[in-house]
Nanobody, 122 residues
Framework: QVQLVESGGGSVQAGGSLRLSCVAS????????LGWFRQAPGKEREFVAG????????IYEDSVKGRFTISRDNAKNTVYLQMNNLKPEDTAVYYC???????????????WGQGTQVTVSS
């Protein structure tokens, strides 16, 4: 059974930073790509960043390039999202999940955790 537990969200002012963590289990962690997604109120869930099994390939949604960094620690079954220079438009609930090897924007299954809320004030 896949379990995903996100943490690290909070409320910050514009320009601030947060580091999100996600502990994932239920699959062989170091065999799978992972992704971060977010969902703002009234909007569809959208892709934010993806990382391959060993961390040497990453991709980002255009609006977060240069501000967000995805990384992973396979020994801890954890994927991270370092978010710098946060903007009010980054306000959303953030989720992680296993993603398809050939397309990091596509979840492997419809497995989601509870998410972690990020609120950025101007």
């Amino acid at each position: 059974q896949v379990q995903l537990v996100e943490s690290g969200g909070g409320s910050v002012q514009a320009g601030g930073s947060l580091r999100l963590s996600c502990v994932a289990s239920g699959r062989t962690f170091n065999a799978h790509a992972l992704g971060w997604f977010r969902q703002a109120p009234g909007k569809e869930r959208e892709f934010v960043a993806g990382i391959n099994w060993n961390g040497d390939t990453t991709i980002y949604e255009d609006s977060v390039k240069g501000r967000f960094t995805i990384s992973r620690d396979n020994a801890k079954n954890t994927v991270y999202l370092q978010m710098n220079n946060l903007k009010p438009e980054d306000t959303a609930v953030y989720y992680c999940t296993f993603v398809q090897r050939a397309d990091y924007r596509s979840p492997l299954r419809n497995h989601w955790g509870q998410g972690t809320q990020v609120t950025v004030s101007s």
